[in-house]
């Protein structure tokens, strides 16, 4: 072979390396441009994965403060309505009271009642609200309340009763008459019976209290109204007596258990 072949056959050897050498940089730049391309894209679905993930915890925290809020509202509606009944019961059973010392009609002796059992429901209502809304340190409270106030109207509604009674035993001894004879007959039965009692021999006077009772003309004092004079005169009226002035003082009590712990709950950031 000639020079002249021999330096064809060295060109032609030195064109297809240099073509293969091409090739082999291309892959190479290609891969680096694919594996740079592949990071890149990772690192943008990083970000945008970290991106949404921020935007749902704003979201979740703005729900829940919201929610916060929301419950915040209802309980605070709730601890309201329940002192508002609460105190309710005893201004109906207060005025039930007043009102009793007057003469009532058969009507508003019953509107009297209704009036009083429908406070007292309004309260259990109230409460059973609060035990739902909760917490624990607010509804405990709250029911103490309710039992307090459950028995302060239990004592009111008697009350009315004795007022009403004594009422109509004092308009009646001053109307003259032989109406007047037995009204005075049966005061002086129910003073001989306060000192039987004082002196434990109570028999007697219970028995003349009911012998001028029975003296009075018809329909004058009914029987519950006769047993509250009876129990009134034997020892105290019923809001006189221990147990009223008790449930009083626990009413007061808890009431006061009841608005410090509905103010933590409502002022605290810590609960949801």
């Given at each position: 072979?000639?020079?002249?072949?021999?330096?064809?056959?060295?060109?032609?050897?030195?064109?297809?390396?240099?073509?293969?050498?091409?090739?082999?940089?291309?892959?190479?730049?290609?891969?680096?441009?694919?594996?740079?391309?592949?990071?890149?894209?990772?690192?943008?679905?990083?970000?945008?994965?970290?991106?949404?993930?921020?935007?749902?915890?704003?979201?979740?925290?703005?729900?829940n403060a919201g929610h916060r809020q929301w419950h915040r509202g209802v309980q605070r509606e709730a601890y309201a309505a329940f002192l508002l009944a609460a105190h309710r019961l005893r201004d109906v059973g207060e005025r039930f009271v007043v009102e009793s010392e007057q003469e009532l009609s058969a009507e508003g002796v019953r509107?009297?009642?209704?009036?009083?059992?429908?406070?007292?429901?309004?309260?259990?209502?109230?409460?059973?609200?609060?035990?739902?809304?909760?917490?624990?340190?607010?509804?405990?409270?709250?029911?103490?309340?309710?039992?307090?106030?459950?028995?302060?109207?239990?004592?009111?509604?008697?009350?009315?009763?004795?007022?009403?009674?004594?009422?109509k035993l004092g308009r009646l001894a001053g109307a003259g008459g032989g109406g007047s004879q037995g009204a005075s007959a049966l005061v002086d039965a129910l003073e001989r019976l306060r000192a039987g009692r004082r002196a434990e021999e109570s028999g007697d006077g219970e028995h003349a209290c009911r012998v001028a009772w029975g003296a009075l003309p018809a329909g004058a004092l009914d029987d519950d109204e006769f047993r509250a004079l009876l129990e009134g005169w034997s020892s105290r009226s019923p809001t006189s007596s221990r147990a009223y002035l008790d449930s009083v003082t626990r009413f007061g009590e808890a009431e006061a258990r009841f608005v410090r712990a509905a103010k933590v709950e409502l002022h605290s950031g810590s609960r949801s």
């Amino acid at each position: 072979m000639d020079l002249e072949g021999i330096g064809a056959l060295t060109a032609a050897g030195v064109a297809v390396f240099g073509v293969l050498a091409s090739v082999l940089v291309g892959r190479w730049q290609m891969r680096a441009a694919l594996r740079a391309a592949e990071a890149t894209g990772q690192a943008g679905l990083a970000q945008a994965e970290a991106a949404y993930r921020a935007a749902l915890d704003a979201v979740r925290a703005q729900a829940n403060a919201g929610h916060r809020q929301w419950h915040r509202g209802v309980q605070r509606e709730a601890y309201a309505a329940f002192l508002l009944a609460a105190h309710r019961l005893r201004d109906v059973g207060e005025r039930f009271v007043v009102e009793s010392e007057q003469e009532l009609s058969a009507e508003g002796v019953r509107a009297g009642r209704a009036g009083l059992d429908d406070a007292l429901a309004a309260l259990k209502a109230a409460q059973t609200i609060v035990e739902l809304e909760g917490p624990d340190e607010v509804a405990a409270p709250a029911a103490a309340m309710t039992d307090a106030a459950q028995l302060m109207s239990h004592f009111l509604g008697a009350q009315a009763v004795y007022e009403r009674a004594w009422g109509k035993l004092g308009r009646l001894a001053g109307a003259g008459g032989g109406g007047s004879q037995g009204a005075s007959a049966l005061v002086d039965a129910l003073e001989r019976l306060r000192a039987g009692r004082r002196a434990e021999e109570s028999g007697d006077g219970e028995h003349a209290c009911r012998v001028a009772w029975g003296a009075l003309p018809a329909g004058a004092l009914d029987d519950d109204e006769f047993r509250a004079l009876l129990e009134g005169w034997s020892s105290r009226s019923p809001t006189s007596s221990r147990a009223y002035l008790d449930s009083v003082t626990r009413f007061g009590e808890a009431e006061a258990r009841f608005v410090r712990a509905a103010k933590v709950e409502l002022h605290s950031g810590s609960r949801s």
